[in-house]
């Protein structure tokens, strides 16, 4: 039985890390939405006894699971990205919270009053949280993740052991976004985290990453994501 992920259909959003583990593994899989539309994405889920707080949520046979590092947890297994050892399962399932917690902060530099206002209503706000994550927070979270490549006994290739994970693709994912959003804060931050460079490179070269990339199926970023280029919060 194909996967069912539900996830809106005209963004990448916290969807996109889900949608990448997917088509690495080569996995059948059902894009609700961008197939049934919103209206039918919600129709097409029946509220379970434990429901989802907000998509992405996916459906395995019975089984639905919120939360996009609890998804990911639930797939590695299953898709073959993630080791087999307790320690590494934990271990990659921490590298994902972590990215978890800078994609919020992401989201929080282009509205960090209220999700519910537009941002032309805290602009000002914005350029004073987007300078702290830009000056601040960017270089702070690739540098940890370049710390992580450097020291994980297998090799810097990967993050958790000498293959690629869930957790590799995500990084690429949030070094992606970031690319997008802040182009020069996040050059100026790579400049110091070659490791990095050379896993998004590793990623981005992968077979059917590559054909994911370049196919219809991949949405292009855009200004309603949580990855939102307002060059004036670049700097």
């Known amino acids: 039985m194909a996967y069912e992920l539900y996830y809106w259909p005209s963004i990448q959003g916290r969807g996109e890390f889900v949608r990448l583990a997917l088509e690495e593994a080569g996995a059948e899989y059902v894009d609700v939405a961008r197939q049934d539309g919103i209206d039918g994405m919600m129709a097409g889920l029946e509220v379970p006894p434990r429901p989802p707080f907000a998509p992405p949520y996916l459906r395995d046979g019975d089984l639905v699971v919120g939360q996009t590092a609890a998804i990911l947890l639930h797939l590695g297994p299953r898709l073959g990205l993630v080791g087999e050892s307790e320690a590494d399962r934990i271990w990659t399932h921490q590298i994902q919270l972590t990215i978890a917690d800078a994609v919020a902060e992401v ?9 519910a206002l537009y941002y032309e209503e805290q602009k000002t706000e914005a350029a004073r949280r987007a300078g702290d994550f830009r000056d601040n927070r960017i270089p702070k979270f690739l540098n940890w993740f370049e710390q992580v490549l450097a020291a994980n006994p297998a090799g810097p290739r990967h993050l958790v052991g000498d293959r690629l994970s869930y957790a590799d ?41 590559a054909a994911y990339l370049a196919s219809d199926r991949h949405i292009p970023f855009n200004e309603d ?3 939102r280029r307002y060059p004036e919060l670049d700097g």
């Open 225 to 227: 994501g949580i990855f």
């Open 107 to 115: 989201h929080d530099s282009h509205h960090p009053i209220a999700s």
């Open 169 to 209: 693709l995500s990084l690429f994912q949030l070094v992606e976004g970031l690319a997008y959003a802040f182009p020069q804060a996040t050059e100026r931050a790579l400049s110091s985290t070659p490791k990095v460079v050379a896993l998004h490179r590793l990623v981005a070269s992968r077979p059917r990453i």
